[in-house]
């Protein structure tokens, strides 16, 4: 099916198309975020319960006013409150597929798709021959005279990805789409939204606190906690350099801020790492779990990295254990069942973790 527009022209792939500084306060919270996001990206907005991402999404859709900042979609303003400029919710050239979907029950899976479509000027027919078209896009040409109460939690979904999209919006809103769905639905539906996803011409934000979606269908990543944005860039360069604990707890490292004077990281009053790279000032030192080695007594050939700790818990990590400890520093080190039984770890008990300076990765903390 050839996309037609019903919005407007198609954004040219590479120019931003939204271009957003959001600042709202509630109450005692403070969003104060800027957005850029090109034709054809997908961004996620990333981040821990409270941080403010619905709250992003809700000032794009209009649902939440701004009360300073700007919304510019397209090269035109939506909201400037500066200038007194507002556009309520339905002129807005956005699709927004919510966490629920927010599909009317009494109205078919066609009749829901057809709904947006009439609402941005089509006739019956011509909104009811499009709605199709996307339901057949969508694989769900057998469902299409279903209520929601009648279709499976990724059949939903996909129908209300399908309104969202069939008005071909220069900016499609996510909030947390695959939240609703068991694990092995998510699989399918998370692979079947990547797609049409690539297909989109528009800007695409996706709003999530599950690293895994923000990964597979993000372009960019943008993370935001109370209320700002601590780190954006590509999910190779934050997986590899994070420069928060939220961060690195989400791709799974060890992080620490220091003082580099060469291969020594001070840490702390009396704690330093000894670091592959050679560095000066400060810097954040990184290691994953498994880059951790545990020993009952302190090891002999001593590595440089060693030191007394407790440990503090004990979980289960895909076929690992991981065991978090307590010392000059706090760390997660992930180790075999094996390993684990031949030291019979409990907690409290005392250890001494061990890591080389090859599986350390040093880089600076000012952000340049
Ligand atoms: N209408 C409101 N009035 C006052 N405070 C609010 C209002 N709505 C949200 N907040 C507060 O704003 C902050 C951000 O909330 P928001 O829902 O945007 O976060 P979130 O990142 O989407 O979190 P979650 O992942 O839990 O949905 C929270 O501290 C929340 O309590």
Known sequence: MTAVSVVGAEPEAGTPVLDARLVVDLGTFRLDIALRIRAGEVVALLGPNGAGKTTALRTLAGLTPLSTGH????????????????????????GVVFQDYLLFPHLSALDNVAFGLRRHGLDRRQ??????????????????????????????????LARALAVNPALLLLDEPLAALDARTRLDTRAGLQHHLTEHPGATLLVTH?????LVLADRLVIVEDGHVVQEG????????????????????????????????RIGADFSLTTAEQHAGEVFVAFPPSA?????????????????????G???????????????????????????????????????????????????????
């Open 71 to 94: 919304i510019t979609l397209g090269g035109q303003d939506l909201d400037r409150p500066d200038n007194r400029r507002w556009t309520p919710t339905e002129r807005r050239p956005i």
């Open 127 to 160: 909104a009811r021959q499009r709605a199709g078209e996307w339901l057949d896009r969508m694989d769900l040409a057998a469902q299409s005279r279903r209520k929601p109460r009648q279709l499976s939690g990724g059949q939903a979904q996909r129908v209300a």
């Open 210 to 214: 599950d690293p895994l979606d923000a």
């Open 234 to 265: 590509d999910a190779t360069t934050i997986t590899a350099r994070p420069r928060t604990d939220y961060v690195a707890r989400l791709v799974g490292l060890n992080l620490y801020r220091g003082h580099a004077d060469g291969h020594t990281v």
């Open 292 to 312: 951790v080695a545990l020993h009952p007594h302190r090891p002999d050939g001593s590595p440089r990295n060693t030191w007394p700790a407790t440990i503090t």
């Open 314 to 368: 004990i979980q289960r990590h895909g076929d690992n254990l991981r065991i978090q400890l307590t010392g000059p520093i706090d760390v997660a080190a992930d180790i075999t069942p094996a390993a684990a039984a031949h030291l019979h770890l409990t907690p409290g008990q005392p250890l001494w973790p061990a890591v080389k300076a090859a599986e350390t990765r040093a880089y600076p903390a000012a952000t340049t």
